[in-house]
């Protein structure tokens, strides 16, 4: 399974992307920042390498947007999480798979960035205050694996200059404590962390446009797989590929050890 900030599907299918899809064949592909509308993708991008999608956009043409493409056919299509100011953004998408005595979910979320200035940080932080007893709720229902763009750095380990960077967006302390409530209090597992609980610099999977940022490795870990402990149980192997350039972001694929 695997995740990806596009920066803009048309940007990222001219890089390659689908090639890549077909020769990794991924179970199921979990995009963010599809940058696109209903229109921009009808008879373009509504399969990507055999695999269909199901796609949450934002009202606001060329801005956030969500989505999956799988082989699989869900039991159900959840389109945001219940808040109207986050939903007109487009930025939550849940499949369910739901059998007799099972019921799972897969999510794509791109959590918003506080970068561009205080009124976008303040409505993060409403994001997160909001997002947060959903996914715990959820928690409680269902198994669910979330993958998205999280914007949010959790530990020193997870970005190269974090010195100098406790003062920004990404990697501010109330931040990362709302990170690590939902790990430690909620009970939600960083599959990520789990199988690499040391990793520092392979671990990065975004970088800023500036100076030589990619080149030189200066990244962030924002993009995460965050489960439910029954299936983050199941995981086996994770990658973070960055032989080809999509986006500024890398895709991060996680296997577990088992079928939807």
Not at 35 to 51: C, I, N, P
Not at 134 to 157: F, M, P, S, W
Not at 181 to 200: I, N, Q
């Amino acid at each position: 399974m695997t995740s990806l900030n596009l920066n803009g599907i048309r940007s990222a299918h001219s890089k390659g992307l689908e090639p890549w899809l077909q020769a990794h064949a991924p179970d199921c592909i979990c995009v963010q920042e599809v940058k696109a509308q209903a229109d921009d993708v009808r008879d373009r991008f509504e399969s990507l390498a055999g695999m269909k999608a199901y796609f949450h956009f934002a009202e606001k043409k060329g801005y956030s947007g969500v989505g999956i493409y799988t082989w699989h056919e869900p039991s159900d299509v959840i389109l945001g999480f219940g808040s109207p100011e986050f939903d007109a953004e487009g930025r939550y998408v849940e499949l369910r798979f739901d059998k007799p005595g099972t019921k799972l979910s897969i999510i794509s979320c791109y959590f918003p960035s506080g970068s561009s200035g205080e009124e976008r940080q303040q409505a993060k932080f409403r994001f997160l205050d909001l997002i947060y007893p959903h996914l715990t709720q959820l928690k409680n229902e269902r198994d669910y694996i979330l993958c998205g763009d999280v914007n949010i750095a959790h530990k020193e380990i997870d970005l190269k200059n974090w010195k100098s960077n406790q003062k920004n967006s990404g990697f501010l302390p109330e931040e990362r404590a709302w990170m690590t409530k939902l790990l430690d209090e909620a009970g939600m597992v960083d599959v990520y962390r789990k199988l690499k609980p040391t990793a520092t610099d392979e671990a990065y999977t975004w970088w800023s446009n500036r100076g030589q940022a990619y080149a030189k490795n200066v990244g962030w870990r924002l993009d995460y797989h965050l489960a439910t402990p029954n299936l983050a149980a199941l995981a086996q192997s994770e990658s973070i590929y960055k032989g080809e350039k999509f986006s500024d972001h890398a895709p991060i694929t996680i296997e577990y050890g088992t079928q939807l």
